[in-house]
Nanobody, 127 residues
Framework: QVQLVESGGGSVQPGGSLRLSCVVS????????IGWFRQAPGKEREALSC????????HYADSVKGRFTVSRDNAKNTAYLQMNSLKPEDTAVYYC????????????????????WGRGTQVTVAS
């Protein structure tokens, strides 16, 4: 059974940083892509980034490019999302998901590509 568990969310002031983790169990991450998404109340789920676990290539949405960095540790079956310069509009529930195929800049935002999802972790940015 594949499970994804996000952690690292919390409350932070504007300009602060958080690092989210996504621990995957039930499969080996060597040949997958991990996507990061978020959903704010009343809004659609938004794709943020993806990383290909084989070669570490990654893609970002314009809204987070330059502020967020995705990484992975295949030995730990874990992906990370380092979030810097956080803004109040970054407040949302953050999710990770697994895609059994390589992700690309033109398709990583398609939620139906992802086979497994975590339950999310809340991030609140407020002063």
């Amino acid at each position: 059974q594949v499970q994804l568990v996000e952690s690292g969310g919390g409350s932070v002031q504007p300009g602060g940083s958080l690092r989210l983790s996504c621990v995957v169990s039930g499969l080996t991450l060597d040949y997958y892509a991990i996507g990061w998404f978020r959903q704010a109340p009343g809004k659609e789920r938004e794709a943020l980034s993806c990383i290909n676990t084989l070669d570490g290539s990654s893609h970002y949405a314009d809204s987070v490019k330059g502020r967020f960095t995705v990484s992975r540790d295949n030995a730990k079956n874990t992906a990370y999302l380092q979030m810097n310069s956080l803004k109040p509009e970054d407040t949302a529930v953050y999710y990770c998901a697994v895609d059994s195929s390589k992700c690309f800049s033109t398709s990583f935002y398609v939620t139906t590509r992802y086979d497994y999802w975590g339950r999310g972790t809340q991030v609140t940015v407020a002063s």
